[in-house]
Each structure stands twice: as C-alpha cells, then as structure tokens.
C-alpha cells in the first residue's frame, strides 16, 4: 500500500501537510503515515553493470536490493554517497506484482561529510561568441575544448534512441536570447538531467564540436571530461576566441566528429487536410494532475478540464510522480482546442521542444500507472504513422473501447501484444488498415533533432484539424441501442400497410398486419459507419451462434456466399471484425388503431417491443484473434481395437482443437455409469490422448421437446421433458486412437480404407441425440457434412458403441432393424472436416468400397446417362445426357468422371430425382456416398448454370409429344405467388454441351428475340 513517513514531523505538521494535499482532490485519501527509516545510497547505476544501459534515472540502494526514486532538488555530488531520507512515500504500482518507486519529498541528510570541491578560474565563451562557431563551421584545434557559459532556457526530454540514451540542451546568453545548442550523450552525465533548472545559469566544460548526420544541424557535445559546474561570475574569466580556435577557411566537419542519430526515429508524416488546417498556440502551464486518463497512451487530465498529452516525448522514467495531486510546470507545450469531435478537453501536447517540470508530489494515497514504452501499442501505431494529435486520440479511443470490450476474453496483453519479430495482436490488427486509409501514402522522414535545434521549429503538434471520425465501434449494447433508435425513429405505421389495401380491414386485421415489422440497417446507416466487433460464441441454451463482448451479446446468421452454410466449429471463440452485414431489428407492436385513418397518430401505440439480430458472410469477416490451439504431430491411427498394434504408415496430419473448449471439456460433471468405462481405461497417456471418428450427415431434425429417458438414467420416476435434436449419420472408417490432438489436413478413413479394400467392414447407421450442453452443435450441423466427433482424455476405442443403445425396447424392434441410439456427451467436441460435393475421386472411390447396405435395386444400362431440366425463360424442357455430355453436364474432370463411373458400375445405378419431376419413384439410397456427392453436386452453382446446347427430338415412341392439356404450375416473384398454364415440357436428346457466360447468353436471347419479332 502507498505510505509516507516524516521523521521529524510531528502530528499536527502531518495532518496539516495531508489536508493541503486533498484541496484539489478532496474525495481521494491522502497517503498512510509509516514510522519507516530510509537510508541508503543515491546512484545512477552507471557503476554497477557497464554493459547496461544507463537510463538517466535515480535509485537507491543498499546491500539488500535497489529501487528507483523522485527527487525535486538533486546535487551531482550526492551521487554513490550513503544518505539518511527523513521525508519520503512509497508509491507502488497498479500491479501488484511489481516493485513501485520512492518519492523523496525532502532533501536527504548525508551520513558522510561530503566533500567541497575548490575551483580555480575557469575560462568560458559565452553563447553570442560560441554561435559563430556552428555556423561558420572553423575548425578546430586538435585536442581543443571549450568551455561555454550561460542560462538553461531550454531543455530536452531523456530520449532513447538505437540503444543511446541522450538530451539536448541550450544556454542562451544573459543579456540576448542568442544561444547555443549542447548535446549530453555520455552515461555518467545523464543524471544533469536531474540538477537542470530552466532560468539559472551554468558553466559546461570540455565541449568540441559535432555534426548530425543528414540532419545538417551542428551542436556543441560533451566529453567524457567535460563537467557541469553552476555559474559564478567571480570565478570565470571570459576567453579569447583566438586562443582556442585558429582561422581557416571553413570546410565540414571531421568524420571522427559525426554523432550518428540519422536514422533514430524516421516516421510518416499525417496528412494535411487543405483549408481546414489550424495552428495550434505555444504556451506554458502550471496545474495539478486531477486524474490519469491513459498511463499508456500518455494522456494526463490537469485541474478537470485540461488534457495533457506526453505521448511525443519519451517518458523513460516511465512518468514516475505523475499521480493525481501533483503540480506540474509546462513549458513550450502546444494548445489545441477541440481537435476531435467527440473529445471535449482543451489538449495541451508536449513535443520535444517542450519541458515538463514536476514542482511538487501528490500527497495523496493512489497507486502508480507506469508508462513504457518497450511493446507499446499507442506508441508504437503514433511514431510508425507520424500521427497528428486528432488522429491519435482518436486511436487511443479505439484503442480503449478494443480493450475494455475483449480483455475479460483474451487479456490485455494477447490483445494489446504488439512485436517487430511476431505476428501483430488482434488490436494491431484492428487498427492497422484504419490508420492507413487516413495517412498519406507517400511517407517521409520526421528528423527529431531538426524538431529541437532548428530555429523554425516543426513538429506533428504545430498544426492540427477538427477530426470527425470516419468511422466507430461501438460496443454490442451501444449498437442494439442505436439500431433500436434509429428502427422507430424511422417507423411509420402508415407506411407498413398501402391505403388501398388498410382501408378495407377492420380493427381487429388491422392491428394484428401491424403486430410484427422488420428494419435492416447496414454499417453505412449510422453516422460514423459501424465495424462490428465480437467473440463469436454458441450457446447451448439457444443453441444459435452469437457474437459477444463485455457489454452484451448480439445473435448472428451466417453463411458463405456460394450458399453453403457455416460449420467451421474451429472459430468459436474467435474475435471476428464484419464491415459489411445486415442489422436486422424486429419490430414487435401493440397498439388498438381504430381506423386505418387513424395510423398517423402514434397515439394507439400502446407497447414496443425490438429484437435485434445481424447476418453477414463469412467471407466479409476477418479473424482477429483466434483462441489458442494445441497442436501435436506425430498421431498413430488405429483400424483395430487393439492399442497394441503398431502404426501402419498412414499420413501423419493434424487435429486443431482450440484450447478454450478443452478447458470446457475438462470442466464437466461427473458422467453417467456407461462413461466409466472410458475413464477407467485411460492412463498417463490418456491425459493428451484422444478418440475421433468420422461420420456423414443424412438427416437432421429440428429442436423441440422429447421425452427422452436414458439407460440406467431415473428411479422409475417421470422426467420433465428435454430440449434437443437428433441427426441420423453414417459412420465412415472405424474409431482413430490419436496420442494428442491435431488438425486432419485429409480424411485418413477413407484413404486407408481404400489400401486395404477391407470388404467386411460396413457404413454403420447411428441416431445420434444432443442434449443439455451438446445442443451447441445444432448451428453447425448440416446435411451431406462430413464431421469428426474427437472424445478428449479417452483411449478406449470402443467408446462409441458402448454408449450407445436401441431407440426402444429389444423386443419391440430388433436392434437390425434401426439404427442404433447415441446420446452424445457436453464433453465431446464436434470438428467439421468438409462437404461431401468436395471430395476427391480417390476418397469417393474409397467411399464405394465401404459400401454394403441391404437394400437392392435394379441394375442399369453400361452406358450412363442422365436428365437434366433447362429453360431459356419461354419455357423447359428435359434433356437427355448420356455418355460424355453427363460429365460436360456436371462440370466433372476426365478423372472425376472415371471414378463416378467406377463407382456406380461396380455395383448398380444411382437414381437422383430434384425438382418437380414426376413420375414412376426411382429408387435411391439416402446413406449412399455416392449418391449424397450427387445430390449435392446437382443443387450446386456448378450445375445450375447457363450453357449452349445442340439437341434433337427424342423420337422414341414413348418420347413423342402427344396432344396434352395444359398444366398448371406455381411461380414465385419475390413474396408474390400465383399460377400459370403452361406448356408440358419436351423430351429433348443432347448432342453437344458449351460453356457460356451470362452475358453472352443474354446477347442470344436478345438476337433471338429481335430475330423472331421480326419474322412476326
């Protein structure tokens, strides 16, 4: 906890000097007195570890350890002397686990005497003698130093720049403002920094000259002689210029001269907005820190209404005495007022042309927010981009809200983890192509030291425009608020119902049309556009996906633009970011309008009610962060019950299983009795082992009440209803032992299956029930799906069929004749590997061999054909395909086209009805590999497609057209519905199949219809 102690203090001295503290801030607490002894030595670290980088900071230390320290009054000569502090606070930081910083509020008593130091008359050149000397660029004598003197008007923050810690700064003349820069770069002269005061006067000893690289600027630089010694004008005599420094014409410095800072900081530079550009004013400031707005980012609020910003300068003392009661001195520091829309402070920014100076130390007890800069994102993103003040605050409020939302998902730091080595984090990722929209792509060099030592000077800060953000993200329940607004700030009863149609319904209809209504809004409908942000989430309760922050969740569709729906379990708990979707808002009302007249006045409305949900592709999403995975090589694949047989050669491949559900799956509860047997068979290895087998959809039911009563389960007693929903599947391949999970790059079952050509192994059928937690998987779930079921911590490759059980009692039905019963377990973890249409022809092959139902049907020709249904938008027709035109049909490759032909001539014909054929029913198999691969080609954009087709009749006498009524069909435009009589549709034979796009379709049709329109 932070505490103080004043030993010679009394009582009423402390509580008078704690009273004081608390004026600014009179509900914070000021600091816990401690009867503490502190003595110890005061150092710079630079004796300790000559490897180190020295930092310009203060510490002290004793034989048990170092802590930095604060101090207002430094003496260079109190460095490595013992001192006793009779005044100091302890102040730690925020985390606890770290080490805080003392704050010494009196000047330490030494334990030594220290020593005086007697100076002799010391030769100085004053600033208006010195100047010349950097612009004319004389030479100097070999060995020559100089010794300048004059008043601190100006000094530099400590910056850290390719591993050389350094400041600048400029004694001016005491009578003139001529003055002269000077650049301290040695270790052992960084602590000046710490005895500095701007107004009084110095003597700066040993100084030569020295060029910045590139920069073209030219400064005076210490030695490693040179000392800082105050200034008394009894002890300095003025030297003659000539004495030191010989007249030859000018030429440049010497290379061995160069200080090379050149590349220290080269960033982009912001982009100025032409005609709305403000300049911002240079003023000073002195005011009281009122609260720490965002260490990270640099943000301080001064007295309640003022922002002060050191984000451009380097903090290396990491802000140390920055807390809320302290009084600060701003000189140099750049007003901005209002440079952000939603930003209501005055901001006062500090460049590196400004000084902050802490005058005195907060008295009030609050922890310590360090201020790094090492992996810095707000810094980081400022400097790589050159970012002006408005676009950084902005930044730094993205930034802000990011964090808040999703650090209770992933934690600050993988949220905020910014490396030149790594991959950036979700926030970097975030961020990134928003800052690089707004910036100028042509970057140039930002030259910090023509920001301090160019007499015009130039930073980000010197000028600025009003920003309005072009876009925001909001947090969900600030969203579903603002899609609630905005839904009935647009609604209009009127506008729902056509007067042609409302003025015939009575109250009671015309109530009950305007019950229920629906809004969308997309990202562009609210001002700034929205990105959306959120965890995609399942929830078993629902069992529907959601995306979720913080703040609320907000349920989800989504779906694939090929039209194939999303199953991808790998992603929950993913951090997606959607620019493009669809805000649907549901609008639930009752209201009692008497009269369609009457719908103007919202007066009837008597309760509103809105339901909010968002749909989007998955394409339109970027993963930002995805949950962290364990990834293992090396699996053994099993084809036997036996954990004894060795590995047989198959692909080695991988299961990513994302770490957050096996953290669920290890927090489950106790299961039933026929789980015991996978527990009581697992050993050391079973902690990493796992059991997956691969299954296809064929059927999938709804979720609704069932009367379910597992084996083993109740006392006899009845049971409330369950929640829940059952698929049929076809179990692929045996049970696979793997010894860690990992990620399935193929489909091991059925290419190891096709190998051997086991033809005694069979596609079992199986009912599988989710229940309670499992009913997860519902939204991810779909037809002709080839899933993997992984059992974590289990090793016990019969595990699927002890679980199961028949649907009803043996002697109701035979276990033959239905598939069996599994309920599937919470722990259980559901992988979705591909789509049947997706396939390959080896693994359809393989499929084939696995084949053995007992239902039969007839054999078909040797030659293959099919019938497909086209229109040119005059009518349909069907068309017969047989030999290569079923493959030009189906779009399949010549060695897809084998394996479909391989497969269906090695044991019978498949049959595929879609549409509104009609008809004798043609027999089909709905477990068959083959078939669903078909079937689910057929319905695919692929097929559905236009071609130019060469026909004939088909002069078969069953083919020919006889006189036949008309027959009426359904159409559907849009959510209208009617019917037409419409011709019976001819049997055609194709001679011919091409390709052609849509356009080119269309130009036919059009050359057609001219052409027919003209003979009429």
Known sequence: MPCCSHLTWSTNEFKEWARQGQGALPMQSSLPRAYLILVGYLTDRRQEDKEKLVDGCLYVKDNTGIIPCEILHFELEW????????????????????????EILMDPV?????????????????????????????????????????????????????????????????????????????????????????????????????????SGQRAFVTGVSSCLLPYCAKQVKEQPLDSAWQGESPQSASPEASVQFSDSSELGVEEERPGSTKESKIISYVGTVTKV?????????????????????????????????????????????????????????????STVVLKSFSRLSTFYQPTVSSGNLYLK????????????????????????????????????????????????????????????????????YNEMLAKRHQCPLQQYWTLDPPCQAPSLSKLCCMAKQKSWDNFCPSQLLSPSEAQHMGTQELNRRLAWSYCMLSAGSFQPRVILLGVLRVSSRSSSLHLQDKSSTLPCVISHKDGSPFANTALIGSLLQVEAYQLVVERFLRSDFPFWKQLANLEHVREKKNSVYVQFYFEDALVLQAPEVQIQEGPRSRNSSSLKKKDDGGSASELEIPETKVLKLEDSRPNIERNESCQRDQSSTGRTSCISRLFLVTQKEGLMLRNYQLPREGNGEEQELQRSFQATVLWLGRPQFWSHPRKTANLPELEETNYHGEEGMTQQEAL???????????????????????????????VFDKLCFPPVPARFLSRSCCPMCLPVPDTWHLQHETWISCLTERQLAAGSVLTGMEQRISSIPEVLSNRVLVEDGTGEALVLCRNQHVAAVL?????????????????????????????????????DLIACYLRNLCRSPFICRPILLDFSLDRKPSKIPQPAPLQLRNFRCGEVEFVSQVQPRPSLLCLNVEEVEQKALCCLNNERIRRTSSCC
């Open 110 to 214: 030494p334990v030594n005497l220290l020593p005086k130091k007697v100076l002799d008359t010391i030769p100085v050149i004053y600033p208006a003698a010195a100047e010349p000397l950097l612009i004319s660029r004389i030479p100097c004598k070999k060995r020559s130093k100089l010794n300048v003197a004059g008043e601190l008007a100006k000094l530099s923050p400590l910056l850290c720049i390719h591993h050389k810690t350094f400041f600048f700064l400029f004694l001016k003349c005491f009578i003139s403002a001529v003055g002269v820069p000077v650049l301290v770069r040695k270790p052992n002269q960084l602590s000046w920094h710490h005895v500095l005061q701007l107004g009084h006067r110095y003597i700066i000893t040993g100084l030569s000259m020295s060029s910045l690289k590139k």
């Open 891 to 927: 779009g399949l490759s010549l060695l897809e086209w084998e394996a479909v032909q391989n497969c269906v001539q090695s044991r019978g014909g498949v049959s595929i009805q879609h549409g509104e054929a009609t008809g004798t029913a043609c027999v089909e198999e709905p477990e």
């Open 768 to 798: 599988l029930l989710f229940m309670g937690k499992s009913l997860r998987w519902f939204p991810f779930l779909h037809l002709d799906g080839l899933y993997r079921f992984i059992v974590p911590h289990c090793s016990d490759l019969e």
């Open 381 to 448: 993103l400022l400097f790589r981009y050159n970012l002006g003040m408005p676009l950084y605050l902005w930044l730094v409020s993205l930034l802000e809200t990011f964090e808040e939302r999703f650090s209770c998902f992933f934690g600050c730091r993988r949220l905020l983890h910014s490396s030149v080595h790594q991959d950036c984090g979700a926030a970097e990722k975030f961020l990134v192509p928003l800052l690089q929209g707004m910036v100028s792509d042509r970057e140039e060099t930002r030259d910090v």
């Open 79 to 102: 460095l490595e002397s013992l001192f006793l502090f009779p005044s100091w606070a302890y102040i730690p930081q925020t985390d606890q686990g770290t080490v805080g910083y003392v």
């Open 293 to 353: 707005l965002n260490a990270q980012a640099g943000l301080f609020e001064l007295d309640n209404k003022v922002c002060l910003c050191l984000a451009y300068q380097q903090l290396l003392n990491s802000a140390h005495g920055l807390r809320p009661g302290a009084c600060v001195k701003l000189v140099d520091v750049h007003l901005l007022q209002k440079p952000l829309v939603s930003f209501h402070f005055i901001v006062l920014g500090a460049c590196l042309n």
